[in-house]
């Protein structure tokens, strides 16, 4: 692995957003924005599952109308992050906050898949917060605090990149 890591770090796109005076706080502002769709869109359908938010809209109402900024945004935000990792991939691989923050992704991931293959099933009718089902509540506190996670370990990576691990 540590070979592969290496040749991602030195190729010429890595080496310029490393060494470039602007490019690496560019991709970085963008990443953040595009997390902050991904955070906020989802925040507004767990709000949802939870009944704390759109309150006048079905789950299924609430999910067609943000999942499409949620998955243009959630592409952004892995190739802006792809783009980081490439310019320090040796170091990244092995932060502990990266890495973390990684498998709290794949948790996310999991939780959302879930959801959509087993339980959202009889999603039209959960029409009020009353109608929908304690397992999709849960499922929607879940999700927020992974999402909440994420973007706090995302913080400590660069705050801890030349600290031990």
Known sequence: MEPFLQSLQNSGLATAIREGESLFP???????LALSLVLGSIAIVDLRLLGMASRDRTVAQT????????????????????????????????????????????????????????????????????????????VGALSLCLWIAIAAFGRWIGFTLNAPT
């Open 26 to 32: 560019w991709i970085e502002c963008a990443h953040v």
């Open 63 to 138: 999910m067609a109308a943000v999942l499409p900024v949620t998955w243009t945004a959630f592409v952004f935000v892995v190739l802006t992050g792809g783009l980081m990792f490439i310019s320090n991939a040796t170091v990244y691989a092995h932060n502990f906050y990266f890495q973390f923050k990684m498998a709290l992704i794949a948790l996310a991931g999991m939780n959302m898949t879930l959801f959509h293959l087993f339980l959202s099933r009889g999603m039209d009718g959960w029409q009020t917060p009353a109608l929908t089902p304690l397992r999709a509540r849960f």
